[in-house]
């Protein structure tokens, strides 16, 4: 297993271990009879740097905040609404094809067809919409 995959599945665990409170968060070293133990192990501050920079790795400047129920202006991106409000034209017009604008692979479009969740990071310098109505 190589590749963005696993790039990803390795950030995001190595992202759950510095989330939480272990006791023994650190770097270990292996002892020479084929076990490791621990070398010095982090404080709260040096977690916190470390999953700063994995985040900074993976674009997205700081961890993403739970809401409860985030008001609806900052519910989803733009391009996102934009799909929606295509895809409702769509079904309205009963065309069981999706445009040809977003210039997607078949691929990418059986990707989509198969997926259940899409899930999104808003960034930091976006500009918000007022008054989003679907």
């Not at 665990?13 to 621990?38: C, E, H, K, P």
């Not at 210039?103 to 259940?116: N, R, V």
Request: aromatic letters at 6%; charged letters at 25%.
């Amino acid at each position: 297993m190589t590749g963005p995959k696993s790039a990803w599945l390795c950030a995001i665990y190595l992202l759950f271990l510095i989330g939480s409170d272990a006791a023994l968060s650190g770097l270990y070293i292996d002892n020479g009879v084929d076990q490791t133990i621990i070398h010095h192990a982090m404080t709260r501050h040096e977690r916190q740097v470390v999953e700063h920079e994995i985040l900074e790795l993976l674009g997205l400047g700081e961890r993403p905040r739970r809401s409860q129920a985030p008001p609806l202006d900052r519910s989803a991106p733009s391009f996102l609404l934009d799909v929606y409000k295509q895809l409702a034209e769509e079904h309205e017009q009963a065309r069981p094809t999706r445009s040809s604008e977003m210039a997607l692979s078949g691929e990418e479009q059986h990707a989509i067809d198969e997926s259940d969740l899409i899930m999104t990071f808003q960034s930091k310098n976006m500009v918000l919409l007022k008054n989003v109505q679907l």
